[in-house]
């Protein structure tokens, strides 16, 4: 008998996060892009999910691949929009559209930096924010999506 495919996760990164690892380090930190990746990858699958990493530094893309989440029937999506999140009111409405559980994640904090990042669109459409915590934020998103749909981890 087969296997039924592990529920999937959408894990979106906005513009620049691409440069995570050599951007700002004492900012984001030296993690790669592809560090965060493994990351989300390996804690999903403690809940038996599979993580579908994008990245994307244009906002059209970023709502498509919303889009797909909502047509593939993904279980949650963790989104750290990067500087879309305190612009994009297309993004929120994306997110708000499709209405799957939706996380967001900043790698800093942002209320301790410009102004102009107090305030983010993709917030008020997900039900948790996370800034601060370096990549982290990342392990504590999922974490965090899985207890609100009500995945177990698996031992």
Do not use: W
């Not at 979106?12 to 930190?29: A, D, I, K, V």
């Amino acid at each position: 008998m087969a296997q039924a495919p592990a529920a999937t996760i959408y894990v979106l990164n906005g513009p620049n996060l691409n440069l995570l690892g050599t951007r700002e380090p004492e900012t984001y930190g030296h993690a790669t892009l592809a560090d965060v990746e493994k990351l989300c990858r390996d804690t999903a699958a403690q809940f038996g999910f599979t993580a579908d990493c994008r990245q994307s530094n244009r906002e059209g893309e970023l709502i498509d691949f919303i889009h797909e989440a909502q047509a593939k029937q993904a279980v949650g999506i963790i989104i750290n929009a990067g500087a879309y999140s305190h612009t994009s009111i297309a993004l929120h409405d994306a997110l708000v559209g499709v209405k799957i559980p939706t996380v967001e994640v900043h790698i800093s904090n942002i209320y301790a930096r410009e102004s102009f990042r107090h305030h983010s669109f993709t917030a008020k459409a997900a039900f948790a924010s996370l800034c601060g915590f370096g990549i982290d934020g990342y392990r504590l998103a999922i974490s965090g999506l899985a207890a609100r749909i009500g995945a177990k981890a698996r031992a």
